[in-house]
C-alpha cells in the first residue's frame, strides 16, 4: 500500500508561482510512472505530468512552459513546480503513484489562482 500525502496548495495571483510536494509512504525508486492530476469544479480529473522511473517526463499542453515535474527519490517525494499560473489552472491536484498494477491517489490540495 502506498499512501501519497500532498502539500503547497494555496491562493495565488495570476502570474504567480506555486511549489506542490507529494511526499510518499515507501521508496519510489521503483514505482513505474509518478504524476500530478487535477479536478475543477465542474470537469473531469486531467493528467498534468508525469515523470517515469527512466527519468522522462510528459506535460498536458496547457502547461507546457510554465510547469515542471520533478521526483526526489532519496526523499520519496515528487514536486510539481507551477510558474506563470493562469485562472484556469485553478483545481484540487492530485499526486498518483502507478506501479505493479495499481493506482493510488493522494487527497489532493487546493491551487487557486485569482486576483
Known amino acids: 500500500q502506498v499512501q501519497l500525502v500532498e502539500s503547497g496548495g494555496g491562493l495565488v495571483q495570476p502570474g504567480g508561482s506555486l511549489t506542490l510536494s507529494c511526499a510518499a509512504s515507501?521508496?519510489?525508486?521503483?514505482?513505474?510512472?509518478m504524476g500530478w492530476y487535477r479536478q475543477a469544479p465542474g470537469k473531469q480529473r486531467e493528467l498534468v505530468a508525469v515523470?517515469?522511473?527512466?527519468?522522462?517526463?510528459m506535460y498536458t499542453d496547457s502547461v507546457k512552459g510554465r510547469f515542471t515535474i520533478s521526483r526526489d527519490n532519496a526523499k520519496n517525494t515528487v514536486y510539481l513546480q507551477m510558474n506563470s499560473l493562469k485562472p484556469e489552472d485553478t483545481a484540487v491536484y492530485y499526486c498518483?503513484?502507478?506501479?505493479?498494477?495499481?493506482?493510488?491517489w493522494g487527497q489532493g490540495t487546493q491551487v487557486t489562482v485569482s486576483s
Open positions: 498518483n503513484a502507478r506501479g505493479g498494477g495499481k493506482d493510488y
Open positions: 515507501v521508496s519510489i525508486r521503483s514505482i513505474n510512472v
Open positions: 515523470h517515469t522511473r527512466s527519468t522522462s517526463t
